[in-house]
């Protein structure tokens, strides 16, 4: 009786690390976080690729929000994020450097509005 040949299965295909920003839009989704918009500014400005607005109901859920964010960004190997506004929880900001995120409570963020400013397509010779 001749020996069976074993088959060899190809290794399977390394999946790719996640983007940060689909990191983070994943995370806002899973923290509940409300009305999220991601707006792509390459090219409009220097700071970052893409600037995350989004709404807490509550000082407690805003505050909650930027925590799991934080906690998230390490897991996946991004560097520590910078964070203002955290012990208010009125609008926090969270700076990961490719992305920053603006995280508000509704009436802060309909004051402020900064989406609509970024959302702006600027004239490339404009000045």
Known sequence: ?????????????????????DVVLANLEDAKAEQTVAIDITGKSSLTDHMVVTSGRSNRHVSAIADQLIK???????????????????????????VIVHIFRPEVREFYNIEKMWAVDFAADAH
């Open 72 to 98: 998230v960004l390490r897991e996946h190997g991004f560097s520590k994020p910078r964070i203002e506004g955290l012990p208010h929880a009125d609008w926090v900001l969270v700076d990961a450097g490719d």
């Open 1 to 21: 009786m001749a020996a069976a040949k074993k088959k060899t299965e190809p290794a399977p295909a390394a999946v790719p690390e996640p983007s940060m920003i």
